[in-house]
């Protein structure tokens, strides 16, 4: 049994005082308010929130980081260094740019991640011995790094949607692509997932598989009971194509396909139509945004005022990793809407925080994390409230996490009960030393 | 002299390496790249830039972060809170809040604040014993926070601008009225700024200030050889009252009382027509965004690449201090203006710097300050390379600073050739507890 005592703690959407948590095998035994410090309790100074969760990540993109805004940062800059990147990729050198990745997120509060995984197979395109050996690399970088991971792996199939329909995959995409949708399936039921991970189905997008094969990748996570992830409707091309070729909208062709249902997620979302949001709503399925990354590569603003009234739950994601810290996120969803109706006031605080944790573990298929209840996996996060940026900010936490927090102000992290981050450190190792190491070994000749 | 040797430096718009610099008397004495570290030399690890310039600030704003978000935080949350903060300051508090706000600033890497100060008088709006009793106490605060300050002392005379023209001030804004154009130039002409602080004018709108007030305040600027700042076109409120009152735009009633020139800054300049942008260009003036408080306000999207293409100087503010972070601000103009254009690469990433530092300053009428150069004023911040946001972002530490670093990310700062900032700690004072203590005493009965 480990114990705690938290200054300030979000319980069931309320802000507790001196609230003593009991921990014991990864999950809280007993929360109990307006408690004197047991002199067992380790203190937790500031507000304690849950995990927080990154519900879209492509964890090698953080080697990107600042690196495409060259020549002011095209969209070809950025492609051309996210595809030597992707080229240059091996399990070796996966698992430590990964491992440090995912260690800057649990030092930002991050307590799960859900890693939508495409680079499969060697640089030519041919499976290594082991077929899910980078897979397995990412399941080993997230244990390394303390946190929980739900690993998406990703059905790609087409390098492309153009006038004369699919495109095989070139260059780095054959990296990608697996032999057909039946490959796919097989090598995913080959990875065997520990208790703190679990395998989930990704459908790349509507340009990189065709519908026969979203239906494929639709019966594996049905009959899986895993989440299904698909990038959707990013920017107005793949709308355009997908209208060109399918004559309907990305998200009326994976309703065809029978994909919507609650263990669909929706990443980005960003160009709806009203008839896209309805069947999403009824599906019900979660979108996934990832604001900062949206800004980063122009895709627009995502409806997501209109995502909430119709009650579709949000998660949220570091995509790119051009910003890792999911108060920035909660907050930009906010902010950006602001900025397109010109009006305060879509989202409450305490709804852009859910968007951060039980929205992000539910989308991820986790049940049993995101609230800090009886029973749940004990995840606390905790922010400092005597920092330069939250100091002064009064008697709503929450509203002073979201919109004035910043990751480093992170100060402890708790994922299955056990400590990862200790007064902004990791207690595993350097992250930022490993970083820069991953990232220059990587890129750098 | 002191002498201060960087592991890399921006010197006339070049990353130079093992910069040796020498200071003295608070200025630039020598600067040389590829040198030794010299045996007195101390060393500034990272990337030093020249002193970033906050071009547009209400200091007492800062007590209101993460106060206003309240019920989705609307407009109004905004304006009452803003409003009972207005309300309860005096010269003592104000004092100690600004101190602790411009302390902040100074660790974000701020080396000179714009402080459009409204705040002049009594409750009841009758003038203190000494008239400049507000604006002095702001002067102090920042020499304590050791910073420079231009004082942009605000002409403010009425209430808002209605269907039947001007209206009286009402409540708190009794404080910011002074009883005519001559009584605002008489008292501003009493204060008598030190070496490191300026005296500028500043118009509040042509919501406050009407023609003939205009022009006296654009009268005072010019023989005085100051800066002239006004809020221009932040909402669309604005340019409609404008036009019904007046029949044009903010920025043309402006240039019919001469007002644009090179010594003024329209701050926001969000919703300008063509002809606008034509204006402040031939004048030539500056412009001053606020992006993250534009967000955070719902104005909107400015046109930064317009302004920019035009040959404009975009200079940058934190304004309202939702965020005390121009690194944030400064890739916010970039990111937004991706978010409107759905296109990347509107401005570089030194394009963005030089709005931090040398836009910042001149916008201020800093003249011999915002370049690390012989002669100037010996302003320098240092930026980890090696935190967990910085750490593996390649060969352009521009790039990094703006796209990837944050406030905490700032090391050291220098400002006229003092320490001010030294490994993450403001060597005057503990600005976080000075924060919270502050505003709590301002705020909470």
Redo the contacts between chains.
């Keep these: 049994m480990t114990r705690y005592h938290c200054d300030q703690a979000l319980i069931r959407g309320t802000i507790e005082r001196d609230v003593d948590i009991e921990i014991g095998a990864g999950r809280f035994r007993r929360i109990t308010p307006d408690s004197q410090p047991a002199s067992d309790a380790r203190r937790l100074r500031g507000v304690t929130f849950p995990g927080l969760a990154n519900a879209h990540s492509h964890a090698f993109h953080?080697?990107l980081?600042?690196?495409t805004?060259?020549?002011?940062?095209?969209?070809w800059?950025?492609r051309e260094v996210m595809y030597r990147a992707a080229e240059r990729l091996t399990p070796d050198n996966y698992l430590r740019l990964a491992r440090a990745t995912f260690?800057?997120m649990a030092?930002a509060g991050i307590t799960v991640v859900g890693e939508f995984h495409y680079v499969h197979h060697q640089a030519d395109g041919s499976p290594y011995a082991n077929a899910n050996e980078m897979g397995e690399a990412l399941l080993v970088a997230a244990v390394e790094a303390g946190i929980r991971i739900t690993l998406l792996d990703t059905l790609y199939l087409h390098g492309g949607l153009g006038p004369d329909g699919y495109q095989a995959p070139k260059g780095a995409q054959r990296r990608y692509a697996d032999a057909d949708g039946d490959s796919w399936a097989q090598r995913i039921d080959d990875l065997s997932p520990a208790d703190h991970q679990r395998i989930g189905a990704a459908i790349h997008s509507v340009r990189a598989v065709d519908p026969e094969h979203i239906a494929t990748a639709t019966e594996w996570a049905a009959s899986n009971a895993a989440p299904m992830h698909a990038h959707v409707s990013e920017?107005?091309t793949e709308n355009d194509q997908c209208q060109a070729t399918h004559g309907c909208t990305p998200t009326e062709l994976l309703h065809a396909a029978g994909s919507l249902g609650p263990n669909f997620t929706a990443v980005h979302a960003t160009h709806l139509t009203p008839a896209d949001l309805d069947l999403l709503r009824a599906a019900p399925a979660h979108v996934c945004m990832c604001p900062t990354t949206?800004?980063?590569?122009?895709?627009?603003?995502g409806p997501s005022h209109g995502l909430a009234a119709a009650g579709i739950p949000i998660a949220l994601g570091s995509d790119s990793h051009?910003?890792?810290d999911l108060f920035e996120e909660s907050r930009a969803v906010?902010?950006?809407e602001?900025?397109m109706?010109?009006?305060?006031?879509?989202?409450?605080?305490g709804e852009l925080l859910r968007m951060a944790t039980v929205a992000g573990h539910r989308s991820l298929g986790w049940a049993d994390a995101g609230s800090i209840d009886v029973g749940q996996r004990a995840d606390l996060v905790t922010v400092a409230l005597?920092?330069?940026?939250t100091?002064?900010?009064?008697r709503?936490p929450v509203?002073?996490a979201?919109?004035?927090a910043?990751?480093?102000d992170v100060r402890s992290v708790i994922v299955d009960g056990r400590l990862v981050v200790d007064d902004h450190r990791h207690v595993g190792f350097d992250?930022?030393?490993e970083?820069?190491a991953?990232?220059?070994d990587l890129?750098?000749d």
């Design positions: 953080r080697a980081r600042s690196r805004q060259a020549e002011r940062g095209s969209f800059t950025w260690g800057e030092m920017q107005r949206e800004r980063d590569l122009g895709d627009g603003v051009a910003v890792v906010e902010l950006d602001r900025l109706s010109e009006k305060r006031g879509a989202h409450d605080a005597d920092s330069v940026r100091a002064g900010s009064g709503d509203a002073t979201v919109f004035a910043t990751a480093p992250v930022a030393g970083l820069d991953a990232i220059t890129l750098e």
